[in-house]
């Protein structure tokens, strides 16, 4: 009985990567591929491009969305805490001082490397 409690896992695991897959697929059997020299030009907004057309942009605005993505998504973990503070104790008090510190050498890192810097 025990061995059972993983069918589900893998059946989920297989249709999570099949199903995407197959999406991806479809689209390339079933449309139609008829390149024209107009189709492939530079478009914008109706208007044709002035200078080049390919422009890097800086990755800082990457990074200050990820380190911004991380730590909303980790202080998502704060609420939960917060309503459970006085039933749980000094042992969960502990750990999210460690946890908080954790958030801050993170935090700190992200800022020595510049990741917060928009110019």
């Keep these: 009985m025990g061995d059972n409690n993983f069918v589900g896992v893998g059946v989920f695991l297989v249709i999570g990567i099949a199903l995407p897959m197959?999406?991806?697929?479809i689209p390339k059997l079933v449309a139609p591929h008829?390149?024209?020299k107009e189709k492939l030009t530079t478009y914008e907004c109706g208007n044709e491009t002035i200078g080049p057309?390919?422009?890097g942009f800086k990755s800082n605005y990457f990074l200050y969305a990820l380190v911004f993505a991380a730590f909303d998504v980790e202080t998502v973990f704060l609420y939960p805490w917060a309503l459970t503070f006085q039933k749980l104790g000094t042992f969960a008090f502990v750990e999210?001082?460690?946890f908080i510190l954790i958030l801050?050498?993170?935090f700190w890192y992200a800022w020595k490397?510049?990741?917060l810097d928009w110019m």
């Design 22 to 25: 197959i999406f991806m697929l």
């Design 34 to 36: 008829k390149p024209h």
């Design 53 to 55: 057309t390919w422009v």
């Design 96 to 98: 999210m001082f460690v």
């Design 104 to 106: 801050l050498v993170g």
């Design 113 to 115: 490397e510049g990741a």
